[in-house]
C-alpha cells in the first residue's frame, strides 16, 4: 500500500503566517516556521468564516516545486481557489524571462483545507523556559561531522549536555565577561562512546526570565532526527542559530 506522500500544514491569520511539520509518531517531533506578513507580501488579503483563519494541509513536494519555479520571478500572486477539478489548491501565478519576452507560469499545488476542530488542535506544545539557550557555532559542518560519525557506530541517540562554562575573574575590578556555555554531545555504541565538548558558546538571555541552573541539564534525542533539523538550518540564512535545552525534553 502507497505511503500518503509528507505534507506540511500553512496556518495563515491577518497577522502570521507560519509552516508546521509533524514528524511520525515515533519520534512525536514538531518543527515550526514562523514568518512576518510583511516581509513576504506586499499586499495581502485574508477572509473567512473563522475570524480570518485559514489552514491548509499541503504536500512538501509539490510546493518545493513550485516555490523553486518562481524564486527568480520579481512578483507572484498567490491564491487559494478551487482547482479544475474542483477541489482546493494554492494557485501561484507568476512571470519569467525568455528570451524575446516574459512569459506567464501558472501552477497549482492540491491543497486540504483543514476543519476548525482539527486546525485548533495544531498548536506549538506548551512548553517551560528553557534552562539555556546556547548560540552554536557560526558554522554548523563541526556538529554536523560529529552526527555522522556517531550514527556511523551504530548509534541512534545522543545525550546532550548544557552547562555554565566557569571562568576565572582576572583582578576584582575587572569587568565580568559575556555568559558562555559548553555543549556536550555523547552517543554510545555497542563497542564505543563518542563524546564531544563544544565551550565557549554564547549564552543567550534574551527572553528568559530566570538564571541559567547552576549544574548541567541533559536531555536524549534521535541522532537522525537531530541530523535532519541541522541539514534544514544550513539551507537558511539565518544570522544566529539557538538551540534552546530543556531537562528530559
Known amino acids: 500500500r502507497r505511503s500518503n506522500p ?3 500544514v500553512l496556518k495563515l491569520t491577518p497577522e502570521t503566517f507560519a509552516f508546521c511539520h509533524r514528524a511520525g509518531a515515533d519520534e512525536g517531533s514538531q518543527t515550526w516556521s514562523h514568518f512576518r506578513i510583511e516581509r ?3 499586499e495581502y488579503r485574508i477572509e473567512s468564516k473563522r475570524q480570518n483563519k ?3 494541509e499541503a504536500p512538501i ?5 513550485v516555490f523553486s519555479s518562481c524564486a527568480s520571478s520579481d512578483r507572484t500572486t498567490l491564491r ?3 482547482g479544475r477539478d474542483g477541489r482546493p489548491i494554492l494557485g501561484f501565478e507568476f512571470s519569467l524571462a525568455g528570451n524575446v519576452a516574459d512569459h506567464r507560469v501558472d501552477q497549482e499545488v492540491p491543497v486540504r483545507v483543514i476543519p476548525q476542530d482539527e486546525a485548533d ?24 561531522h560529529v552526527l555522522e560519525k556517531m550514527r556511523a557506530v551504530g548509534a541512534q541517540y545522543v545525550a546532550v549536555e ?3 562554562e566557569t571562568t576565572l575573574a582576572t583582578s576584582a575590578s575587572a569587568p565580568r565577561p559575556p555568559g558562555r556555555a559548553m555543549l556536550r554531545l555523547i552517543a554510545e555504541a555497542k563497542l564505543v562512546t563518542i563524546a564531544s565538548t563544544f565551550p565557549s558558546l554564547v549564552l543567550v538571555m534574551e527572553g528568559k526570565k530566570e538564571p541559567a541552573p547552576p549544574g548541567p541539564v541533559r536531555l536524549f534525542l534521535s541522532l537522525r532526527r537531530l541530523g535532519e533539523v541541522l541539514a534544514a538550518f544550513q539551507g537558511v540564512a539565518a544570522e544566529a542559530h539557538v538551540a534552546c535545552v530543556l531537562e528530559d525534553r
Do not use: M, T, W
Open 6 to 8: 509528507a505534507s506540511v
Open 40 to 42: 513576504l507580501f506586499q
Open 54 to 56: 485559514i489552514d491548509l
Open 61 to 65: 513536494a509539490n510546493l518545493v516545486h
Open 80 to 82: 487559494l481557489a478551487n
Open 121 to 144: 488542535g495544531i498548536c506549538e506544545p506548551a512548553l517551560p523556559e528553557p534552562e539555556y539557550q546556547i548560540e552554536l557555532p557560526a558554522s554548523l559542518h563541526r556538529l554536523k
Open 162 to 164: 548544557a552547562a555554565l
